[in-house]
């Protein structure tokens, strides 16, 4: 099954140089990164706010890396537009903060884009039943989102059963969707992981931007194990 699969690394932009963007995007580029994966937080969400719109938008033109955009707002449909209009790639929006979650994808992969929604680590999976025909991703956070940086911050102790969980449940509903995991996704535990059904693997300080070595360095590794999986 795994050889069919295509597995994704993306590499968190908010685990770069923040002071040094452009340079940072080239570097990932040369390290043959083809997806960026991009935090768009507020504070009434989580207590991190790192990127804004104006820095992923003077962004935008500057790389040819494919924007994957991680919405952690209250304000889903104006943030959404926003993204929209800046020429992202793919946006998922949390469950957690979306009444109206069927008119946001539509509004989402009406615009061309690709779709999808992102859980919690404690979230039920029982949200994806009605709407798994019409995802592009399920993004996993497997801890909890804006608290990375906490001291004693652990990656949940369950993050294999969720993804294979989740994997049997899109498998049930015949979809496509691919499952994104994100937090702490180290190179001890890719092996597992990618077993479980992850497709792309957010690259954190744990993997692609692990200190003493290059980025290049660091995808070389990353695709080694992913050969032996």
């Known amino acids: 099954m795994l050889k069919k699969r295509e597995i994704t690394i993306a590499p968190s932009l908010i685990c770069a140089d923040l002071c040094n963007l452009e ?31 104006d820095i992923i938008r003077q962004l935008r ?20 537009h926003e993204l929209i209009d800046i020429g992202v ?13 069927e008119k946001m994808l539509q509004i989402i992969r009406g615009a061309g884009i690709k779709a999808g929604v ?4 404690a979230t039920p999976l029982n949200v994806l039943d009605y709407i798994a025909p019409e995802l592009d991703y399920v993004l996993l956070m497997l801890i909890n989102p804006g608290y990375a940086g906490t001291a004693g911050e652990e990656r949940v102790s369950y993050a294999a059963e969720k993804i294979r969980d989740c994997r049997c449940k899109l498998d049930a509903h015949e979809s496509k969707a691919r499952i994104v995991i ?43 194990l992913l050969m032996s999986v």
């Not at 949390?94 to 979650?101: C, D, L, P």
């Open 23 to 53: 340079r940072e995007v080239r570097t990932l580029e040369e390290a043959g990164i083809t997806t960026l994966h991009v935090d768009f937080v507020e504070p009434h969400f989580s207590p991190s706010m790192p990127i804004g719109l």
């Open 61 to 80: 033109p500057r790389t040819k890396l494919a924007f994957d955009v991680h919405v952690m707002t209250l304000m889903n449909e104006f943030f959404i």
């Open 89 to 101: 790639e793919s946006i998922v929006f949390h469950v957690e903060t979306e009444r109206h979650i």
């Open 118 to 121: 992102a859980l919690n680590p």
């Open 182 to 224: 994100d937090g702490r996704i180290s190179f001890d535990v890719i092996p597992d992981f990618v077993k479980a059904g992850a497709d792309v693997l957010v690259g954190g300080s744990g993997s692609v931007f692990r200190k003493g070595y290059s980025y290049a360095e660091n995808c070389r590794v990353l695709r080694e």
